[in-house]
């Protein structure tokens, strides 16, 4: 076996191969594209990576051999001559390689994939014939270099040569359509309706496979132009866009072994920098996919300017709390309100604050958005009974406010005006306390206790009614048609008021005392009399996890995801703190100190992912934000914060 693919100018002994010999054969010795010294004159030494062919570069070396890429040809100098024994001259045995590991050929080819498609080919052929790795098969080196040239005959050719190295063989069915597929749509732009029509006819149809793609491809016949094509196809046109698009998919039936999945090496970059966001207990940012807005070099750090690095779960100081986007620290104590506070509630779109109190008021308060202190901007007065609960509209136009358990009422304000719009009770015998808005903004559902379901419309006007559901708290989701309610059953049930059917989806062992859904409907997060905070997967019907730490009796208390991705928790607690989680973790990663008695509710603002609200039977408001800023010696003697961290 020759070193580097070059050799002395006399014949060495081929030496066997090591391991099974086979079409899938990642690291070759001489079949790996690399000539020993006897090659017959005139014999090309073929191409290391196996990825782009290329001819004999012409005469000099003796033996008529040549290496592509100005790589050494075969009896010259070059890196082989270090692959040399020790006593020299053309009798001189090579030393013989170290055999990679699977783990090291597996690198190797990732690092060749992704130098290749940056342009590097040269880099590409002497890494390849260095190692004596192969970058992918040579059928599918052909099959590539005849899909990206729009040569489809030769291309269908190919598959049969895969056929063997395919697993699946319903795969190579799948393959020819899409070729065929690809060969249809640039016969139409072409303006070759003939051809495309005998593609159609004679190619596709017999494989009797996807019909339904085909009866829609038969329609792209009546299209008067190319761009109509584009359009109505959602397709690139004929070029390289479209034919790597489709490369990436065909390589998708095919084993890694023959070709590598495409951009392999930037996909699991792209994991480790996720997953190491994912064990970042503070990491409180928008996720950015994009490889560019990292450093590879370093290990994901929160913040650059505290000494801890985020990364172990459960292992962190609270120095390493991302000060710059966590809420940590009480910016502001809102005292306006003379009774205990027992909701707060941010709008939608994260410039208000709705706060309801034993006092009987709502206060609405203005977030400033650069300083984002708050201050207020209407009081709405009247509710005899206080107010346990707010619901803002979809377009924040309107907010909803209910009482505690022997009201009957619910208020309907516009919030421009600051207007009550609707009052309604449908009787004194009922207990509204819960309220959900449609996702259109036109109606809303409401309930309590003592039996009552009904959606009404803006004006009050009841639309529908379930009769003997026992609501304790709603909430309605985004297919507009199914409320979520839980009742005194110790359940949360799914009702459908379109077809009027209901389903069973969360079963506790305890009374939910309230709960809230995250916003892409798969999470719900429950307050569980005596047992804290649950966060159950709606869609597997599971519970997901139990978080520690907070005290929960049988007061409601309201807690809430929160943080860029929703990768928070927050709730609050009889023993008078704030608790926040990550939700990955059932440990507290923070627990927020200030409030003297139980705290009712949290909010986090859903657009400045740094912002949260907490409200309290103590009659204040607490706005939470980051942490001022920390000097070294703050760093050293402790935090300077009201924070303590397990």
Request: a negative charge.
């Amino acid at each position: 076996m020759q070193a580097n693919g070059a050799g002395g100018g006399q014949q060495q002994q081929q030496q066997p191969p090591q391991g099974p010999a086979g079409p899938e054969l990642g690291c070759l010795g001489a079949q790996n594209g690399e000539a020993s010294a006897g090659t017959a004159a005139g014999d090309q030494l073929a191409h290391a990576n196996g990825l782009l062919p290329s001819a004999n570069s012409g005469g000099g070396s003796p033996g008529g051999l040549s290496v592509n890429n100005g790589v050494p040809a075969a009896g010259g100098p070059g890196p082989a001559a270090a692959e040399l024994g020790s006593g020299g001259g053309g009798g001189s045995a090579l030393k013989k390689k170290k055999r990679l590991s699977q783990s090291d050929e597996d690198v190797i080819r990732l690092i060749g994939q992704h130098l290749h498609g940056l342009g590097l080919n040269q880099t590409v052929d002497l890494l390849m014939q260095e190692s004596g790795c192969r970058l992918e098969h040579p059928s599918a080196t052909k099959f590539r270099n005849h899909v990206m040239e729009g040569e489809w005959d030769k291309a269908e050719n190919d598959l049969n040569e895969l056929k063997a190295l395919v697993h699946s063989p319903h795969a190579i069915v799948r393959m020819k359509f899409l070729l065929l597929q690809q060969k249809y749509l640039e016969y139409l732009e072409d303006g070759k309706v003939l051809e495309a029509l005998q593609v159609l006819r004679c190619e596709l149809t017999p494989l009797k496979y996807n019909t339904e793609r085909i009866h829609v491809l038969s329609g792209y016949l009546m299209c008067s132009h190319a761009e109509d094509l584009r359009a109505k196809a959602e397709w690139e046109g004929k070029g390289t866009a479209s034919r790597s698009k489709l490369l990436d998919k065909l390589q998708t039936y095919l084993p890694p072994s023959v070709m590598l999945p495409p951009r392999r090496l930037q996909n699991l970059l792209r994991q480790a920098v996720e997953l190491q966001r994912d064990r970042c207990l503070y990491h409180n940012t928008k996720l950015d996919s994009n490889l560019d807005s990292v450093s590879l070099l370093i290990d994901h750090v929160c913040s650059r300017g505290l000494r801890s690095v985020c990364g172990a779960l459960y292992m962190l100081p609270c120095l390493g709390i991302m000060r710059k986007q966590f809420p940590c620290y009480t910016q502001q104590i809102l005292t306006e309100h003379c009774n205990e506070v027992w909701f707060c509630k941010f709008s939608n779109d994260g410039t208000k604050l709705a706060t309801g109190s034993k006092d009987t008021t709502v206060i609405i308060w203005q977030v400033d958005p650069d300083t984002h202190q708050l201050k207020l901007l209407k009081t709405l007065e009247g509710h005899a009974y206080g107010v346990s609960y707010i619901a803002w509209s979809p377009d924040d136009n309107y907010l909803v406010a209910c009482g505690p358990d022997d009201c009957s009422e619910l208020w309907l304000w516009n919030v421009q005006t600051g207007e009550l719009r609707t009052k309604m009770s449908q009787s004194h015998e009922d207990s509204l306390t819960s309220v959900a808005w449609n996702p259109d903004g036109k109606r809303f559902v409401t309930g309590g206790q003592r039996g009552q379901f009904y959606q009404c419309d803006l004006d009050g006007n009841l639309l529908d009614s379930w009769e003997g559901v026992r609501v304790q708290c709603l909430w309605c989701l985004s297919d507009g048609k199914t409320v979520l309610a839980s009742d005194t059953h110790q359940r949360i049930r799914g009702y459908n008021f379109e077809d009027l059917t209901d389903r069973n989806i969360v079963q506790e062992d305890h009374p939910i005392m309230s709960f809230t859904i995250s916003k892409n409907g798969r999470l719900a997060l429950l307050n569980v009399a005596t047992q804290g905070v649950h966060l159950w997967d709606l869609q597997d019907r599971v519970l997901v996890r139990k978080y520690q730490g907070v005290t929960q009796g049988f007061y409601t208390i309201h807690s809430c995801f929160g943080g860029h991705n929703e990768d928070f928790i927050a709730s609050g607690s009889e023993d008078h703190k704030v608790y926040i989680w990550h939700k990955r973790s059932e440990l507290p990663i923070a627990e927020l100190t200030g409030h003297t008695r139980t705290v009712n509710c949290v909010s986090w603002n859903p657009q400045i992912p740094s912002m949260m609200a907490s409200a309290s039977d103590d009659g204040t408001v607490r706005i939470w934000g980051p942490a001022p800023f920390v000097d070294n010696q703050d760093i050293e003697g402790g935090p300077a914060w009201p924070i303590s961290c397990l």
